[in-house]
């Protein structure tokens, strides 16, 4: 099934139509959304927001394709989600969807350029573009010396960097955050949020997750999230 | 092959250099455990096999001596029941033609090398001179004795009382039997089932029966098959000489059967004492598949972020996999050459020959210590990358 569109209009990145999503638990069912409908243009800045417990890990997880909903639709790029196979949702992943990430989340085996690398290896094994990582490593402002390096070897500021070139590698449609100045200083924290901002003024779509009203700040548009459903 | 995950996996060895080592040390000590004892069974059967095969196909007729039950009558005594009669060798001789029936007479006897040296005690065998060619085919030195003053002597008893063609032989202890010339050495026979020479003298039937009176009695009777396979021959002489089953006249060898019930027996020994070398590996299989466990428990996080980044599940499998297939591989490759050393060490110190080790039989071994390493290895590992592969990405990104 794929989302209707007028003709020579691109569909929507995201669609979200009376999504539900209910954990069964022995003590009770646990409604985490709650018909939650909204949709997200492609090149937009939206931020998430909510108290804990709202259900803006849930949230996260649809968006990210690692769960599917329990009634309702979710269109990816105008490609319906709830059908797909754990195969069919991997690939989607890896070619629609980039992760950033609170905790950076780099592998500490490879090295920056590696990292950057990793999502083209899955795509391509044969044909990885050398040349697109270090463009890619360049738009994040990275500096060319730290390339050969381990994230640990890295500071916050300069991993979020590497985990935002990694995420942008395979040209996603969506680059999904969640809390991504959360574990950096402010005044990091906000260059990061300015390199986002710069991306999103390129084209990309970003969707930020975050309890944070300065990221909020930064955004063209938040969705409030209580109790499972959208305040309007 | 996923370059960049076989990069991951060789990296996480190299990061848990220790703890792969140390389950690598235990995979090494399997195959060596397996293909040592296996080169050792195999040496085994090889040294046996090149002693006995100079037999050939024979037939070996003795007293039979089960049951205490005897045959030929008088004398008194255990020895006389313990002797072939002349009318028991010519119904053997009957029945196998045209096979060739060889009657032997044996016995222990004194004797000295020269005046004044020592007095030795060695088996004397009493041969037909026109058939002991049959039995005994080849000689090292000298010729068939044909006389009665002459004897053949083995190969042993030549090197160890220093015996030469033409020495003399003094029979029975103060030389009563009078002195024996050697007209040649037999080459070297090792265990056999029907005479065994090399510590012995060969002297003529007549020399024997008119030595010790001991005429139409025989302690054996060899048949050599040259004509039909050697178990119709062990029949038709059991059929013919042991008709009344409560007293049987005689116990029949078949050389060839026996070989293969020996062979078969070293066979069992070697698969039990490979089977022990085996519970070793089995062993370091257990610790490959608990170093695999733990790789994969310190390692949920960073599955979870694969998982979340597009990575399908079989190429998370193939990490793990590719982890316990290294420590297989190399664990056994160095398994395989320490065995060789092993093996050589084993070979020396318990067979006291090393030339059995770079025979087919023993590289055999080698590799199905490596090969079945490498399996346990990556058996051990299948679970582990299995259930890594198998985690809930969201449950794993959430793991701390």
């Known amino acids: 099934m794929t989302l209707e569109s007028l003709p020579g209009e691109d569909p929507p990145v995201l669609v979200f139509r009376d999504v539900v999503k209910v954990y069964p638990l022995p003590a009770g069912d646990v409604t985490a959304l709650d018909h939650i409908s909204f949709t997200v243009d492609r090149g937009e800045f939206i931020s998430i927001m909510g108290p804990s417990g709202s259900g803006k890990s849930t949230l996260l997880n649809l968006m990210g394709c690692l769960d599917t909903p329990t009634s309702g639709d979710i269109f990816i790029g ?23 990430f609170q905790y ?4 500490p085996l490879l090295n920056v ?13 044969s044909k990885v573009d050398e040349k697109k990582a270090v463009t890619v490593l360049r738009a994040v402002q990275l500096d060319e010396h730290l390339y050969v390096h381990t994230p640990l070897e890295l500071s916050g500021g300069q ?4 985990a935002i070139a990694r995420a942008l590698i395979n040209d996603p449609d969506i680059l999904l955050c969640d809390e991504p100045t959360g ?11 300015e390199l986002m901002a710069e991306l999103n003024r390129n084209g990309t779509t970003i969707i930020v997750v975050t309890h944070d009203p300065r990221v909020a700040s930064y955004t063209s548009r938040t969705i409030q999230i209580v109790d499972g459903r959208i305040e309007p | 092959m996923s370059t960049i995950f076989w990069e991951i996996s060789k990296r996480n060895i190299r990061l848990h250099m220790l703890r792969s080592s140390l389950a690598m040390l235990g995979i090494i000590i399997g195959v060596v455990a397996i293909a040592s004892m296996g080169i050792l069974g195999n040496s085994m059967v090889q040294a046996v096999s090149a002693s006995l095969s100079s037999v050939g196909d024979s037939v070996i007729v003795m007293p039979y001596v089960g049951g205490g039950m005897g045959f030929g009558g008088g004398g008194g005594g255990s020895s006389a029941n313990l002797m072939l009669t002349d009318q028991n060798y010519q119904q053997i001789k009957r029945v196998v033609a045209p096979n060739v029936a060889i009657p032997v007479h044996s016995t222990s006897e004194h004797m000295r090398m020269g005046v004044g040296s020592d007095d030795i005690v060695a088996t004397i065998y009493g041969l037909p001179p026109d058939q002991t060619k049959d039995i005994l085919p080849d000689l090292s030195a000298g010729d068939y004795n044909n006389g009665n003053s002459g004897c053949l002597v083995g190969a042993t008893f030549a090197t160890d009382h220093n015996v030469k063609v033409g020495s003399r032989i003094s029979i029975g202890t103060d030389g009563q039997y009078g002195t024996l010339r050697v007209t040649g050495i037999i080459k070297e026979r090792g265990m056999s089932f029907d005479i065994s020479t090399d510590n012995a003298i060969v002297v003529t039937k007549d020399w024997f029966e008119s030595t010790y009176s001991d005429q139409d009695q025989y302690n054996e009777v060899v048949v050599k098959v040259t004509s039909g396979d050697t178990a119709d021959v062990k029949t038709t002489i059991e059929n013919q000489l042991n008709r009344n089953i409560k007293q049987k006249t005689v116990t029949v060898i078949d050389s060839k059967a026996t070989l293969a019930t020996i062979y078969q027996t070293f066979g069992t020994i070697t698969t039990f004492v490979t089977a022990i070398g085996g519970i070793s590996m089995l062993v370091a299989g257990v610790s490959i598949f608990n170093i695999m466990m733990m790789s994969v428990n310190e390692r949920i996080k960073e599955i979870g972020i694969m998982r979340s980044i597009g990575t399908q599940k079989k190429e998370v499998m ?6 316990a297939a290294i420590i297989g591989v190399a664990g056994s490759l160095i398994g395989g050459v320490l065995s060789l050393l092993g093996g050589y060490a084993i070979s020396a110190l318990m067979l006291k020959t090393t030339q059995y080790l770079f025979t087919l039989s023993s590289m055999l071994s080698v590799v199905e210590g490596v090969s079945f390493g490498i399996v346990i290895c990556i058996l051990c590992g299948l679970y582990p990358a299995w259930q890594a592969a198998n985690l809930n990405p969201i449950d794993a990104l959430r793991h701390e």
Do not use: C
């Open chain 1, 159 to 162: 991993q979020q960097r590497v």
């Open chain 1, 113 to 125: 350029i590696e990292n950057v690398n990793f999502p083209q290896m899955l795509k391509s094994r």
């Open chain 2, 318 to 323: 193939s990490m793990f996999i590719y982890e």
């Open chain 1, 78 to 100: 105008g490609t319906r989600i709830g059908d797909m196979s754990d195969i069919e949702l991997t690939n989607l992943r890896r070619d629609h969807i980039g992760f950033i």
């Open chain 1, 104 to 107: 950076f989340n780099l592998f």
């Open chain 1, 183 to 193: 574990n950096l200083d402010s005044k990091t924290g906000a260059s990061i949020l």
